[in-house]
């Protein structure tokens, strides 16, 4: 052999049901292509009778070399990577205009459920299993943005790896996909922002319930070293047995997937303002202490219809900002609110991620528990409940002490 080697090959991406044939020129140069191909399919069941049937066809037309063959059909391959499902998938065409009733690569389009400038959402049926799914279509206009694809093909990746009740299901994939797409279990139900309409004043122990689910749900992606980044009531869907979904997790962060993303994208906030924790505003990664900061926003919007902070955290993007973030708490006098429970979610969304609990299970705990470190506070001053009376109160006292000290002055004459 010489001292340097040239290698030829060709990188392919592995299908379940792929056959490789390897012979010696013996074989391939007797047996014709046409035959090969018949034998294997006629003896799918048995490759060790396929490899003799061919193996005899070349002796009989004349070969007397080595005869060497070996058939490989693949049966089952591991769940794909991300750089693997990246580079199988994108070199799929973007689909078509999709309108009801037209058949589109084995599903029959039933309606529209969602139109965005990110991605389109579409009621189908499979015609092999007659179930309902969904199918969800990157947008055209950003066909050519590699960040937006990975972001797009990570979201199924992300929801193969995670088996849990809270966590929208991806549909097993039967056929041979033609098109760019994800498919999804169909899900009947409404987003937790449509429940929250129709649900202004819920009691407690419903949102007890709902954010507990949530929990459960962040924890099976925490679990697997994701952060969620993107946790807001539209993303989450109360099935008709009361169940709670996520159904959208494109900006997930995974531990060890960070080189994928490039630095522009690193530098934007993947997650919508209003729940977005703010060390994302200061450039930070996010941990799951962010996610917390999410989940409690949720849970004070439940109770209140408001945010903790107004619109104040997209705006404060240094440390003394944030330090400044004045939290109004979720008690009224319209609800009966226990004040620990203000406590506890007072503490889930702390500005700072270290004053934050360190555990999803201890915030969840402390709102069904009171804690004794609540319990022992007081209800929270004027000036944080309401500082407009607060300055009221404090100018009309004010105006009494300068009325009171111009009629105890002695009149000059």
């Known amino acids: 052999m010489k001292g340097q080697l040239e290698l030829d090959y060709q990188s392919l991406a592995l299908e379940v049901n792929d056959v490789f044939v390897l012979a010696t ?38 070969s007397d070399d080595n005869l060497s063959l070996q058939i490989i059909r693949v049966d089952q391959l591991p769940l794909q990577e991300v750089k693997e499902v990246y580079n199988n998938l994108t070199t799929l065409p973007f689909p078509p205009e999709l309108k ?15 139109i965005s400038h990110r991605s ?24 050519d943005n590699p960040e937006y694809l990975e972001r797009f093909l990570m979201e199924e990746w992300v929801a193969r790896r995670i088996s849990n009740a809270h966590v929208l299901k991806p549909c097993l ?33 419903t949102v007890r319930n709902i954010i507990e689910q949530i929990a459960t749900g962040l924890r099976a992606f925490h679990r697997q070293e994701m952060i969620h980044q993107d946790l807001r009531p539209d993303n989450i869907m109360i099935d008709s047995t009361g169940t ?19 630095t522009s994208e690193q530098n934007n906030i993947l997650g919508t303002a209003q729940y977005s924790a703010p060390e994302y505003f200061l450039g930070e990664v996010g941990t ?19 945010l903790p902070y107004g619109t104040h955290v997209a705006r404060a993007t240094t440390r003394a900002a944030q330090r400044k973030l004045n939290y109004q708490s979720v008690l009224d006098d319209e609800r009966t609110i226990p004040g620990w429970i203000d406590e506890a979610i007072r503490k889930a969304v702390h ?17 069904r528990h009171p804690n004794k470190a609540f319990v022992s506070k007081t209800r929270p001053p004027l000036m944080e409940r309401n500082p407009l009376l607060f300055w009221k109160l404090v100018s009309f006292i004010l105006l009494l002490v300068i009325i009171f000290l111009i009629s105890s002055s002695p009149i000059i004459n």
């Open 25 to 62: 020129d013996s074989i391939y140069e007797y047996a014709d292509e046409k035959f090969i191909v018949n034998a294997i399919n006629s003896n799918s069941g048995n490759l060790d009778e396929a490899a003799r049937v061919i193996l005899d066809e070349a002796y009989q037309q004349g």
């Open 173 to 205: 994939q039967t056929r041979k996909r033609n098109y760019l797409y994800i498919v999804t279990e169909f899900i009947k139900g409404q987003t937790l922002k449509q429940w929250m309409i129709d649900h202004p004043e819920p009691d407690v122990e």
């Open 244 to 262: 709670v979904k996520f159904i959208d997790f494109g900006s997930t962060r995974v531990a060890g997937l960070a080189e994928i993303a490039t």
């Open 100 to 114: 009801p009733r037209i058949l589109f690569d084995g599903y029959e389009i039933v309606r529209e459920i969602h």
């Open 120 to 143: 389109h959402i579409y009621l189908a049926v499979d015609h092999d299993t007659k179930e309902q799914v969904i199918l969800k279509i990157p947008s055209m206009d950003l066909q």
């Open 288 to 306: 799951t202490r962010s996610d917390m900061f999410s989940l409690g926003v949720i849970a004070y919007q439940m109770l209140s219809g408001k």
């Open 351 to 367: 500005p700072d991620p270290y004053k934050r609990y360190e555990e999803l299970p201890e915030f969840v705990f402390d709102l």
